[in-house]
């Protein structure tokens, strides 16, 4: 049996305000194995986006641990979880955060310059080849704001996968695109855990959530259904 790529232990996060502490996630557990495709679904508000920033050590745990591909977070300091980041995870955001000055291109090969995990001649050859695979070989040499929101979010998910990480994580990705556009990112998706990668992704889009290979829904902070999808139930 598979080890989990994600295995989340209890965890508790509080915020505070002045003297008041302010439960957001409330003893979530959870494990996720490689190649899941897991959509975490839920009001606003709930916890959800706090959640996901827990599995990217964006934010860290009141109490609790997360652990991800064999590595506790919160164990590592910032420079570390840095690191860690940059070779070991993509992230893909709402808004894109693609960098207004950069090509499109030059936005998937900066994430290479950071790591160095590639010889710098065989960046660009990875870079295209990933604009390639999200259908975007035509506008590398294109600005963010030349294109369209379906196709600078495709930009962000071949720069997610600049570094070649294990897991994906996406957090409302399709938020800001309409529907024919979300289609073709999710078939993205999709086609990503096909190949091995593992994702997981906060949506509110629940007819895309259903179409994932598992749903969490948090409410309250705490994990209230954890299910397979009818499409996973099926296959």
Excluded at 44 to 68: A, E
Excluded at 87 to 100: E, H, N, R, Y
Excluded at 130 to 156: F, I, M, N, T
Excluded at 191 to 209: D, P, Y
């Amino acid at each position: 049996m598979n080890q989990p790529i994600i295995a989340v232990t209890d965890l508790y996060k509080n915020y505070r305000a002045g003297e008041t502490e302010i439960p957001v996630l409330r003893g979530v557990s959870f494990d996720v194995t490689p190649g899941e495709f897991v959509a975490i679904v839920g009001p606003s508000g709930n916890g959800k986006t706090t959640l996901l920033n827990m599995l990217t050590g964006i934010d860290h745990p009141t109490r609790g641990t997360v652990r991800v591909n064999g590595v506790t977070l919160n164990t590592l300091n910032e420079d570390q979880l840095a690191e860690w980041r940059g070779a070991s995870l993509g992230i893909v955001f709402q808004f894109f955060q693609l960098l207004p000055a950069l090509s499109l291109l030059q936005n998937i090969i900066l994430p290479m310059d950071f790591t160095k995990t590639l010889p710098p001649k065989q960046r660009k050859e990875r870079a295209l080849h990933l604009l390639e695979q999200v259908g975007l070989a035509d506008q590398a040499h294109k600005l963010p704001s030349a294109v369209s929101g379906g196709q600078q979010q495709r930009a962000a998910i071949a720069r997610a996968l600049a570094n070649d990480p294990p897991l994906i994580v996406a957090d409302e990705p399709t938020g800001n695109l309409d529907a024919k556009t979300s289609a073709e990112v999710f078939d993205l998706f999709a086609h990503l855990t096909g190949q091995g990668k593992t994702l997981v992704m906060v949506t509110h889009n629940m007819e895309l959530a259903r179409q994932a290979s598992r749903v969490l829904e948090v409410v309250s902070g705490q994990i209230v259904r954890d299910e397979l999808s009818p499409r996973a139930v099926l296959a």
